[in-house]
């Protein structure tokens, strides 16, 4: 018989605090790093490094080779979901992702009835992440939640106001609505296959909550993350599920209830002192350091770490960055940060 392992951040997500807050690193597996650099460079294009267990396995693990973290994230991104129901996507070279914007004719020919065949990659990495990942770590499974999916796919690219997929959401109701659904369905079957293949936890990305208004945040945000949380544990009941609304703070409690979702990720602009008057003790939160901070290192950095584990000492507390780790951040400042947390 198997040993019941103890996954202290898997545990964190299931409400028991620990005395060390578990950490992992939004965006760990990186351009920060020159393995990962590498490996994209064999790899050709990016969504071949995502396509192809054997690399994508590789740069999962990297960030872990590195620093003592309690999770690895697998190596995808939330655009395979467009890609999989036919609009295409492009990585070019310091661009970000670029998409065909579709139209409402565009919305009626996506085809979910073979997204999860052209998924088959991933989910071959995830299965073999299980087999290689030490018994302690927990593996976090990820998509892109559908406002956030949805603000590339009719925007073309990231914006930094979502204006067309706003505009899209209101002028064309019903073709927006449908979209939606098809997302929401995508979304429930991949997290479910995602959990089936071995992933403990499974996050949706929902980075574009903000410059939304109450009606919006609660249709093209609150609503959609709850559909997909309720669908998903009707397949696989009880399963764990961070949310991250970045932008979403006003609405914080309300999408938890909301949803239902075990975790909340908080971003970097959230004050420390409205979480902990919003939130009970008992809500479990993951965040929420300025990315920039850790660029900077030094006291910049290590006066707001500690600012972080006073805020959340009392409650379930998964360290993480409120935001991705970027490119120029120097290695020597993440282990820095890995050895302040666990010193914690
Ligand atoms: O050239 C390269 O190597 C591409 C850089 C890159 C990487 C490393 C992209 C393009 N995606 C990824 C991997 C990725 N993306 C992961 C797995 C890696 C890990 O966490 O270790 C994850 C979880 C994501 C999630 C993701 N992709 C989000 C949500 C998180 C967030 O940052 O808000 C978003 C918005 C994307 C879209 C995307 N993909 C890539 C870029 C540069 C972007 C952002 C574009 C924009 O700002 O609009």
Redesign the pocket.
């Known amino acids: 018989m198997n040993p019941v392992v103890h996954k202290p951040l898997l545990a964190t997500v299931l409400g028991q605090r620990q005395d060390r807050p578990p950490m992992w690193i939004?965006?760990?597996?990186?351009?920060y790093l020159p393995e990962?650099r590498q490996t994209?460079a064999r790899a050709g294009g990016?969504l071949e490094?995502c396509y192809t267990p054997e690399l994508a396995v590789e740069v999962?693990l990297q960030?872990l080779r590195r620093f003592d973290l309690d999770a690895a994230?697998?190596?995808?991104?939330?655009?395979v979901i467009p890609d999989a129901l036919g609009q295409p996507v492009r990585?070019e070279?310091g661009e970000?992702?670029l998409l065909d914007p579709l139209d409402e004719k565009g919305i009626e020919a996506l085809d979910r009835s073979r997204a999860l065949e052209h998924l088959a990659p991933v989910l071959e990495t995830v299965r073999r992440l299980r087999a290689t990942l030490a018994p302690d770590k927990t593996l976090i499974g990820?998509c892109?939640a559908p406002w956030?999916v949805a603000t590339?796919m009719l925007g073309g690219?990231?914006s930094p106001d979502q204006w067309a997929a706003r505009r899209f959401a209101l002028e064309h109701g019903k073709a927006f609505d449908r979209l939606m659904d098809i997302l929401v369905e995508t979304s429930i079957d991949y997290l479910a296959a995602q959990l089936d293949a071995g992933a403990d936890v499974v996050q949706l990305?929902e980075?574009w909550a903000l410059n939304l208004d109450d009606a919006a945040f609660a249709r093209q945000v609150m609503e959609p993350n709850r559909r997909i949380v309720e669908g998903l544990r009707a397949r696989v009941p009880d399963a764990p599920v961070i949310g991250f609304p970045?932008g979403g703070a006003g609405n914080l409690a309300r999408y938890v209830a909301h949803t239902g979702v075990n975790v909340v990720g908080i971003d970097y602009a959230t004050p420390l002192d409205f979480v902990r008057n919003t939130l009970p003790p008992s809500q479990p939160v993951q965040g929420n350091l300025d990315p920039l901070r850790l660029v900077m290192g030094g006291d910049a950095m290590e006066s707001q770490v500690e600012a972080i584990l006073t805020a959340f000492r009392d409650r379930p507390h998964i360290f993480n960055l409120g935001?991705?780790i970027v490119p120029e951040t120097p290695i020597a400042h993440v282990e820095r940060l890995v050895e302040l947390v666990k010193s914690a």
């Open positions: 939004m965006r760990q597996a990186g351009r990962y994209r990016f490094l999962t960030p994230i697998l190596f995808s991104d939330i655009l990585f070279p970000g992702p990820f892109g956030t590339y690219r990231g990305f980075s970045r935001h991705g």
